[in-house]
């Protein structure tokens, strides 16, 4: 069974910390996706970044950074010197990529509140 | 604005009422979702559309749920004998055609937040 875990419920930093947001996953594909979302107070759910299971090396887009490491089966998120702006629930979503007819629906975790403090 | 969008934004209604709500997808996109979201949850997938077809249906969705893309364009998600527990985001989604073994990204809309009083 495919499920994605975010054990940090809740992160309170100041602004123009670095911050850290974890998430371990579990399948038994061998080929799948694994997304990172942001959704605001304003409740729409907005897309990060995509990463597929062939491809390790980390990104990096201006203040975000992604670390994938296929061991741990982890996809964190790192944002650097936040901002205000940056607090909102950020998910992390895995999607298989089976050939043929797959539906491709996202699985998300739970969700990590991050408060950036002024 | 050529994003997803959804209809109506907020719906409050009695129990045992029924409702549709309306998803507008991103005009070349033939992958349709529909997900749930409940508070302190992440979403959860309800059902998939590829053009007309619904290719997906979760166990979360009840018989008194369903959903239809009839020309392929726009989805209607209709809830029938509304239950408390039914109180929730619902979220729809679309992705372009990819090729096989590549996921596209989801861009969602703003959602219809669904209160059964």
């Known amino acids: 069974a495919q499920k994605v875990t975010q054990a940090q419920t809740e992160i309170s930093v100041v602004e123009k910390e670095d911050v850290t947001l974890d998430c371990v996953y579990e399948?038994?594909?061998?080929?799948?996706?694994l997304f990172w979302y942001k959704q605001p107070p304003s409740g729409e759910l907005v897309f990060l970044i995509r990463?597929?299971?062939?491809?390790?090396q980390n990104e990096i887009s201006g203040r975000y950074s992604w670390n994938f490491q296929k061991s741990t089966s982890s996809f964190n998120f790192t944002i650097t010197a936040s901002q205000v702006v940056d607090s909102a629930v950020y998910f992390c979503?895995?999607?298989?990529?089976?050939?043929?007819?797959?539906?491709?629906?996202?699985?998300f975790g739970t969700g990590t509140l991050l408060a950036v403090q002024p | 604005d050529t994003g997803v969008s959804q209809d109506p934004r907020h719906k409050i209604t009695k129990r045992g009422q029924n409702v549709t709500f309306r998803c507008d997808p991103i005009?070349?996109?033939?992958?349709l979702y529909w997900y749930r979201q409940t508070l302190g949850q992440g979403p959860e997938f309800l059902t998939y559309?590829?053009?007309?077809?619904?290719?997906?249906k979760s166990r979360l969705l009840s018989n008194r749920f369903s959903a239809e893309r009839p020309k392929g364009s726009f989805s209607t998600l209709e809830i029938q004998r509304t239950e408390q527990g039914d109180s929730a985001m619902y979220l729809c989604?679309?992705?372009?055609?990819?090729?096989?073994?590549?996921?596209?990204?989801?861009?969602f809309g703003p959602g219809t937040r669904l209160t059964v009083l």
């Open positions: 989604a679309s992705s372009p055609q990819h090729a096989t073994g590549v996921v596209n990204e989801q861009f």
């Open positions: 399948t038994r594909d061998t080929t799948y996706y």
């Open positions: 990463r597929n299971s062939f491809d390790e």
């Open positions: 979503a895995l999607s298989e990529a089976r050939r043929g007819g797959a539906t491709n629906k996202l699985i």
């Open positions: 005009s070349e996109h033939n992958r």
């Open positions: 559309f590829q053009n007309e077809a619904q290719l997906e």
